[in-house]
């Protein structure tokens, strides 16, 4: 019986090798985690140690993967994210390259959706100004706004945009969505209005809210910047809880100061943690978390469950488990 290497870089999946050796006889699972610590610190005996494994190795699994993954292992067959996104993995390599690519799509799409709506919340209740006040022991009543029959704009209407859409509604809202592989304007469940890409403007243009919950590809990269912050409302709010590069931080960071938007929310950035030198930091109209709206206890073993029903799918031939597209990035 031919043996089938797995090497694992996470430490959701550490203590859980003898459980994912159990899927199958035929699995070698080697945790390879140290040696790729080791080998970015330009340890030379770890680096061959690795190549040694990934000559041999079908599948690796995973949040950071080798570097030159798929020249360093010419008999890769799979790799397994342990996240959802995928564009910190997706080299010009593997993209090209026949080897699958599957993630955790969808596991944690609902604490998504619940941070991106009550950051809405603290946004038009200025939460923010309710802290300050106890701070400084001061009652100074003010008035906050609501969500009811505000529009919401959900820029990516995959599973955490339609999480999020069945919230808005919840909330009387009405809700207007852009998904990437819409062709025509038209009607989702939980969605007033889906439209296309070329119509995002529209988008921008009416919302009071844009939640961003698409993937980060090269079509997205700062797809917010000037021209989109400027055809927002003035009373709108910008909430991102997708990938940090989609924003245009410095275009943010101006529309913010003279207050060409109302105010923002973000839990990713394009370099984290958040540089203390960051203008964003000093404005009263924003505020952050830190990268922490898809967190919940629960989410290792959930990851740990998506990848022995594929491993196991993987050993006898039958269809993966979150197939990613690799060309199109999500």
Request: with cysteine; charged share 20%.
């Amino acid at each position: 019986m031919e043996a089938v290497r797995v090497l694992i870089n996470s430490p959701l999946f550490e203590d859980a090798l003898p459980r994912i050796a159990a899927v199958d006889p035929r699995i070698e699972a080697v945790h390879i985690g140290s040696l790729i610590k080791a080998e970015s610190a330009g340890d030379t005996a770890a680096t061959q140690k690795l190549d040694t494994l990934l000559q041999s190795a079908e599948v690796v699994a995973g949040l950071r993967l080798p570097k030159q993954l798929v020249e360093r292992a010419p008999n890769l067959k799979w790799v397994q994210l342990t996240s959802a996104g995928v564009d910190h993995a997706l080299d010009e390599g593997l993209r090209s390259s026949s080897v699958t690519l599957t993630n955790a799509a969808n596991l944690h799409s609902f604490a998504i959706a619940e941070f991106a709506v009550s950051a809405c919340l603290a946004l038009a209740k200025n939460i923010r100004e309710c802290y300050r006040q106890k701070e400084q022991r001061l009652w100074e009543p003010y008035n906050p706004t609501i969500l009811r029959g505000k529009t919401m704009g959900i820029v990516g209407f995959g599973h955490i945009g339609k999480r999020v859409a069945r919230i808005a509604k919840a909330f009387e809202m009405y809700v207007i969505g852009v998904r990437l592989s819409q062709i025509h304007p038209g009607k989702a469940r939980h969605a007033d209005v889906l439209l296309p890409p070329l119509q995002f403007e529209r988008l921008l243009m009416e919302s009071d809210f844009v939640v961003l919950t698409l993937p980060l590809t090269r079509l997205t990269h700062h797809m917010i910047g000037v021209a989109q912050l400027d055809a927002m409302k003035p009373s709108a709010y910008l909430v991102n809880v997708s990938r940090g590069p989609i924003v245009d931080e410095r275009a943010l960071a101006m529309a913010l100061q003279v207050q060409s938007i109302a105010g923002a929310a973000m839990d990713v950035f394009e370099s984290e943690p958040l540089p203390v030198s960051s203008p964003l930091l000093d404005l009263p109209n924003f505020f952050y978390s830190p990268h922490i709206a898809g967190w919940l206890a629960e989410y290792p073993e959930m990851v740990l469950e998506v990848f022995t029903d594929n491993l196991r799918r993987y050993l006898y031939g039958q269809r993966l488990r979150n197939v990613v597209d690799k060309q199109r990035g999500y």
